[in-house]
């Protein structure tokens, strides 16, 4: 029986010590590393968790790239929105209207503000971040909006703004008129003074058409002439109630010089005969008041010269005043003291649109007048009163032959007996007649639709002082305009027409009115509505603008334009800048989606912003609009016109809009809402994360006390083992038996 050297199994020691030498390096390498295993085979059942666990994290990790980069378009674009919503405020309380600032500073410096803010506006809309645009939709890598000079200028033969806004207006005001002075009811005459011996003619509205009275001179001494000046002019007395004899009327007078007189007179009874060199000297009272007024002013005259030399009277006695004309505006006057002489010649100098001065002469004559003579004659007649009455309307027959050229909107009003019929021209641009409506019985107004439409007043009588009639007109830009017209029977004003002693006399009277009311609404409230239409015109969504089809003609102009140029029908389109390049898109999609971010599994956001959003397009019409037009405070329309535009400035950018579709306000809140939606998927991600790093620590890592403590264990047994090994590996038998 074979009997084996070593009572103890030593190969299976061996074995086992390999075994506890792997365990150990193991655990060596866990304890510098941390990590369970070293490759996934070696994981086990964990293995399909920290596969798992890791992708989440990955995941994890690209939205949080993703929303650090939200955040930083979002701190741009929170920015840009903060800017235009300053500019917007900024705009909107930079003027009211009517209110021009002291020494009409407001009014001079708002186109200057304006520019300087839509160059504020255009270089915000065009704000990037690390080479892409934020503001152009889905076409980041280029400005969506052009420059201020080009989009104002133009650029090579592509018009710009400033082009398509002249040809707008043109094209909205038409052609001037065919009209003279007298189709207006200009100059403005009045024949004054208890003989009526006096005559004034006014300024007023005649200067509008470029004419100026420059100067009046008579070559009698018989004949006094004054002016032109504002001052009042035709001092004439005014007797209320007839005096005593023996009552004294004292005036205290200033003159032009700005001197002062004083002027005592003592009224004597009807029928004696008065002492012009007593003293106090003496007037007759007359058989009426307007003769007792004449008798006292003409003892004046005699005793103070020419009563032009004062400006104001004031007396001891409110039955008696000395009154003179005035309405503000330059003026002149002609007195005859006697019946004018055959020959005399009166000279009244104008200064017309040219810059040309123009003596216009008239001459009195005994004999038949011929008024096309050279110079034209007027008849003296046989007395003051009627050689006033024939030279006034000498005066209004030459003066009124003058051209007066009036922009009405491409509308034209045309009297045939009591009946003025207003007709629009079939035109796209100007004024579209609306409704029409009046406070007088003795008015009827009609009105026929189509294209073009009318609207007819017939005066069915003579409308009393006070009461009006009332058009409303569309404007080119969608909004009204009321001219209201309101019946006088004294000198007129812009909106005001004169009761004439008939119902045919009236209803010319309300045409001339009616055209100079259009007249100085096309120079300021047409101006302001077609210079916003054109930007309608110009910023369009798109970017490709609306132009207008010129005719060649004859006639030939933007003044004769009737429609826009119809690319589809066959013009050949205009070459315009574009002023906006970016994403278009629909009226019914959202803008916001034309950038978009996954900011975790079930949430992504919509940040994109386009130039062409309608709160974004309205600050730039609207700036755009400001910034063309200039007040010149020599020019008698700035005002009118400056009212007109801050009126619709401040309509565009009232606090109103802000609840509109893609206002200012709503994209910033819009934004706002993204920006917390982000934030707070960032959140939720980040406590994820931190869950999920613990899940796969506790799968993939080990924990170092532990592994110490096997570590020592494991050493431990292993010196054990080698000792045992080592004695029990030359143990035998014979060795035992020793």
Known sequence: MLVNKSMYPVKAGYSAISTMQGQLGKLQTQLGDGQKAQTLAEMGSDRSVSLATRGRLTKLDSFKANIDTVNLRLNFLDQAMTAIGKLKSETRTSATPTSFGENNLTMVSLQQNSKNRLSQLLETLNTSVAGRYLMGGNKTDAPPVATYDKIMHGEGTSAGYLTV???????????????????????????????????????????????????????????????????????????????????????????????????????????????????????????????????????????????????????????????????????????????????????????????????????????????????????????????????????????????????????????????????EQATSFGYKLATGST????VNISATSGNPANMTVDFLGIPRAGESITLTLNMPDGTTKALQMQAVSREPIVGQFVIGSSAAETAANFEAALKLQLDDTSKTDLVAASTYAAADDFFTPDGEARRILIPTGPPGGAEYATDYVDVAGGDTPRATVRWYTGEVGTSSDNPRLSATAKVDDATKVGYGVRANETGLLEMVKTLAAMSIQEYDINDTTSKGRFSAMVERQMTKTSSDTATAKGSVESIALELGVVRATVGGAAARNTAFTGQLQTLLSDVETVTMEETVMQLLALKTRLEASYQTTASVANLSLVNYLK
């Open 165 to 423: 806004a002249g040809e707008r207006l043109k094209a909205d005001q038409g052609a001037n008129s065919n009209d003279t002075l007298s189709n207006v009811a200009l100059p403005r005459t009045t024949i004054r003074g208890p003989w009526e011996n006096t005559l004034v003619i006014s300024s007023a509205e005649f200067e509008r058409f470029g004419y100026k009275i420059m100067s009046i001179s008579g070559n009698s001494a018989s004949t006094q002439t004054s002016g032109p000046t504002a001052d009042p002019l035709a001092p004439t007395v005014q007797v209320t109630t007839q005096p005593a004899p023996g009552d004294n009327i004292t005036f205290t007078m200033t003159r032009r010089d700005g001197s002062t007189a004083t002027f005592t007179a003592t009224a004597v009874a009807n029928g004696t005969t008065p002492n012009p060199d007593a003293t106090p000297p003496q007037y007759e009272i007359g058989s009426t008041l307007e003769q007792t007024a004449g008798n006292l002013e003409d003892l004046m005259g005699r005793k103070l010269g020419n009563l032009e030399n004062f400006k104001v009277f004031s007396s001891n006695d409110s039955d008696v005043k000395v009154i003179g004309y005035s309405d503000g505006m330059d003026a002149i006057s002609i007195k005859f003291d006697t019946v004018p002489a055959d020959g005399e010649i009166i000279t009244i100098g104008i200064k017309g649109p040219d810059g040309v001065t123009t003596d216009h002469q008239f001459k009195a004559v005994t004999g038949t007048a011929d008024p096309n003579a050279n110079p034209p004659e007027y008849q003296i007649g046989t007395s003051r009163k009627q050689a006033m009455a024939n030279l006034q309307g000498l005066i209004g027959e030459k003066l009124g032959a003058l051209d007066a050229p009036l922009k009405l909107g491409r509308l034209s009003a045309t009297t045939t007996n009591t009946s003025v019929t207003i007709e």
């Open 439 to 442: 406070t007088s019985s003795q």
